[in-house]
Nanobody, 118 residues
Framework: VQLVESGGGLVQPGGSLRLSCAASGFTFSSYDMSWHRQAPGKERELVAVFTSVGGSTKYANSVKGRFTISRDNAKNTVYLQMNSLKPEDTAVYYC????????????WGQGTQVTVSS
């Protein structure tokens, strides 16, 4: 199983980035996919989730209206479009896959750094 994030980097406040997470080794379409982030000295927090059943999305209040999560089941990839970035969005962003069933097997990517600074 692999989750490989890409697209992070340094961006100025107000700028945009698009993160990608390429998945392999499991049935991608059956998994809820989400993005989480962890800033220095803070706990990891959920940013956005895209469910496998129903295709619903949910966002943290801090990113609503600025970030958009999407997925392409044909490419086994989940994306996070981040617009109007703020310095407080600076964090390591992690991709997460949570499986169906009773035990909800979970996988994590290695993370990609996003730094918002002038």
């Amino acid at each position: 199983v692999q989750l490989v994030e890409s697209g992070g980097g340094l961006v100025q406040p107000g700028g945009s980035l698009r993160l990608s997470c390429a998945a392999s080794g499991f049935t991608f379409s059956s998994y809820d996919m989400s993005w989480h982030r962890q800033a220095p000295g803070k706990e990891r927090e959920l940013v956005a989730v895209f469910t496998s059943v129903g295709g619903s999305t949910k966002y943290a209040n801090s990113v609503k209206g600025r970030f958009t999560i999407s997925r392409d089941n044909a490419k086994n990839t989940v994306y996070l479009q981040m617009n109007s970035l703020k310095p407080e969005d600076t964090a390591v962003y992690y991709c997460n896959a949570k499986g169906p069933g009773l035990f909800r097997v979970t996988y994590w990517g290695q993370g990609t750094q996003v730094t918002v600074s002038s």
